[in-house]
């Protein structure tokens, strides 16, 4: 058929209007306004925490940031009229006005954990991620060692991995109760740092040792032919030229674990936590070792109670937030540590 000068000559490689094509089409633009929703929601909630918070956190006035609040323990808040205007006054210096004065305190009223700060629950915080992550690693590691290096492959084996896998979706309250059960009444450590340490560690095992033994196996096969070539040991081998170049998949775990150890509450509550504590975890003890065998506060659990279990005003939401945006940049601090180390780390073994 023959075709006049001015009309466009017919392109056989573009694409024809079908249905297949616009079902295809309808399921892209869907997929991506998920994406985009899901963003959105986590954009508008992290938003909310960070403004809210900050008014908390910091202040208009020298030193900008609210020292109180990071460096003293939670309090009652005072509230009252006086000269015209209204006073906000924690319980501490509510008592050192007027009782160690032996002024006549004013009308007012008071709202509980509403005043002071949360440094114990950081402190308590810092020291419930640290020892939990260092024992799952040191556990978590050994047991991928152990499951791509010297396990034989068999059912055995895949029963058990089978079964690591099960134990990542077993929900964090039964972690809890099986902390409680085991370390806090059978062992007899009381609710403890070291009883809250190995319940969140056995918590985020089967993740750390799911992702270490994949960062194990991704290692190419003719890094251990050729250590074993040179006359290295099995374990040598392993300690050169395996673990090294498996750091970097190893760390990824790692950061999965500690966004999951510093934010879970119900563990802590049976096994680690206490709703307030006026003492440090390293004052007021009689030996060394009770520092492993008494409770601390952390920001979960504080985050909770003021959330859940006390009236809501004001007050309280001024604490919620602040906590929630302090807790936020903790947990960002820490993943960010882990991935420059494995951005260092990979540099430094690249293969």
């Not at 918590?203 to 050729?226: D, N, Y």
């Not at 999965?256 to 003492?279: H, K, S």
């Not at 937030?321 to 180390?341: K, Q």
Request: with cysteine; charged share 15%.
């Amino acid at each position: 058929m023959k075709t006049s000068l001015s009309e466009p000559a017919h392109n056989p490689f573009l694409p024809r209007p079908s249905t297949t094509r616009r079902v295809e089409l309808v399921v892209r633009w869907g997929l991506r306004g998920l994406t985009y929703f899901i963003l959105l929601c986590i954009s508008t909630i992290l938003l909310t925490i960070a403004i809210k918070g900050s008014q908390a956190v910091f202040q208009a006035e020298w030193p900008y940031i609210n020292v109180e609040f990071l460096t003293q323990a939670p309090e009652t808040l005072h509230v009252f009229e006086a000269d015209g205007k209204t006073h906000e006054l924690s319980d501490s210096q509510f008592r050192a006005t007027y009782e160690a004065n032996g002024l006549t305190p004013p009308p007012d009223r008071t709202y509980a954990h509403a005043g002071g700060g949360i440094f114990p629950a950081i402190i308590g915080t810092l020291l419930l991620v640290a020892g939990a992550m260092t024992i799952a690693m040191l556990l978590g590691i050994a047991s991928a060692i152990f499951l791509s290096e010297y396990g034989s492959s068999g059912p055995l084996l895949r029963l058990i991995r089978l079964s690591i896998l099960n134990l990542a979706g077993v929900p964090s309250i039964v972690y809890g109760l099986f902390g409680f059960g085991l370390f806090v009444i059978f062992l007899d450590w009381n609710i403890s740092l070291l009883a809250g340490w190995f319940t969140l560690a056995f918590m985020v095992l089967p993740v750390i040792i799911s992702a270490s033994e994949e960062a194990l196996r991704s290692v190419p096969t003719g890094f251990r032919e050729a250590s074993l070539a040179l006359g290295a040991t099995r374990w040598t081998m392993i300690r050169t030229s395996v673990l090294p170049y498996a750091l970097p998949g190893i760390l990824t775990s790692s950061i999965l674990g500690i966004a999951r150890v510093a934010g879970e509450t119900a563990p802590i509550m049976f096994t680690a936590a206490y709703l307030l504590r006026d003492q440090l975890p390293w004052e007021g003890l009689d030996h060394w070792y009770d520092f492993f065998f008494q409770g601390v506060m952390a920001l979960p659990y504080h985050l909770y109670v003021v959330s859940a279990k006390l009236p809501q005003n004001a007050y309280t939401e001024r604490m919620q937030y602040g906590t929630a945006f302090v807790f936020l940049i903790i947990v960002a601090v820490m993943a960010l540590t882990s991935i420059l180390l494995r951005i260092k780390i990979r540099s430094r073994h690249n293969w």
